[in-house]
């Protein structure tokens, strides 16, 4: 997850803002005249994000800040200011390290030097019960290799100031499109686990108000029990109390849902900005075989991270790690999208099929490119 402190900090600093971050995520900004008036802010900005006192409220901050972006997502293109020479790896040496192939094997490993086609997504999602939090997150897919950046953030920490804005960019619009679903696909999972402390607290306050509802109400039946028994001997009084009771069961089961509404969790997920960037990488190609099925396939060894890159899952599009490979297109898959059917109970890849050939749907997967 991207914090929103880097998020304020790079964003005011494009804004031609002087920026000093402190300590405990607090930063201080000396801010041109337009940016301060777009805030409501003085020129001098002091900020301090976290859970400590005087903390300032994120989530009106993250709207405020957003007065300086564009009205719609913003597709931007950057370069490399001066592109280095990149040194020879040992790539054997690094698919056997950090390459995790569950049920295949890779031969011929070869590497030279290229350049990918890097996308930076990044989402704003607020998750709102009875109270609302705000984040956003931050992923990074390499459209040349089809992998997955495994920490974004310190990748665009670690390229700094050697990138620059490319006027010049051309983002293709159909490329774009594909990995925008591979990005939300990749979004959801971890914006759901982000939500869970949320929905952990509001099931305990609906717990505690629902048992204080139906408290009040067993009270209430109770008494009214007690009164459909004096009135024994009387059918019409009787049957009011009856009908009462109908009444207020009713009324209980309203409450109870008003309270169920009232803590039902909404997630959403909306996006935010690209960035596109074409950075130097050292190319690992190799064969990738699954039984008597192979097929060829390039890996890139990020140097800014020092680290090989994951292929995502071609069946649902999260980060496929360990890889998974199926038996007749030998497709990279995460375990989830070659486990069996719930139906029959065989192993099918959801890459191959979108549902099993007993019929079952398949909920899992999604259709990536």
Known sequence: MAGIFEWARDLLVSRGALVEAGEAGSLSAMLPSEVAAALSAADWLSLRFGAGAGSDDEGDWLERLGRLLPPGPR????????????????????????????????????????????????????????????????????????????????????????????????????????????????????VRLAARPAEQNANRRMARDSERIHGYYRDLQRQIEKRIARHSDDPAAAEKERSRAAATELDRAAKLGDLERRYSLKIRIEPCDVLAVTLPVREI?????????????????????????????????????????????????????????????????????????????????????
Request: proline share 8%; aromatic share 8%; charged share 25%.
């Open 75 to 190: 597709v931007s293109g950057a370069r490399v200011r001066i592109p280095r020479a990149l040194r020879p790896i040992d790539a054997a040496a690094i698919l056997d390290r950090e390459l995790v192939i569950q049920n295949g094997i890779y031969r011929l490993p070869e590497e030279g030097p290229s350049s990918a086609r890097y996308y930076f997504f990044t989402f704003q999602y607020s998750i709102e019960s009875d109270e609302t939090s705000l984040g956003l997150w931050t992923t990074c897919l390499n459209a040349t290799a089809r992998s997955v950046v495994p920490r974004p953030e310190l990748l665009l920490n670690t390229l700094g100031a050697d990138l620059e804005e490319d006027p010049e960019a051309e983002v293709p619009r159909e490329e774009l499109t594909r990995l925008f679903a591979v990005a939300l696909a990749q979004a959801r999972p971890d």
């Open 285 to 369: 190609q190799a064969r990738v075989i699954r039984k008597k099925a192979e097929r060829a396939a390039r890996f890139h060894w990020n140097p800014a991270l020092g680290a090989l890159e994951f292929p995502w899952c071609e069946g649902c599009g999260v980060p496929a790690h360990p890889v998974y490979l199926c038996d007749d297109r030998v497709h990279f898959v995460c375990q989830a999208c070659l486990a069996p059917c719930a139906a029959c109970g065989k192993i099918y890849c959801r890459a191959c099929q979108p549902k099993c050939r007993c019929g079952a749907e398949n909920s899992r997967a999604a259709e990536m490119p």
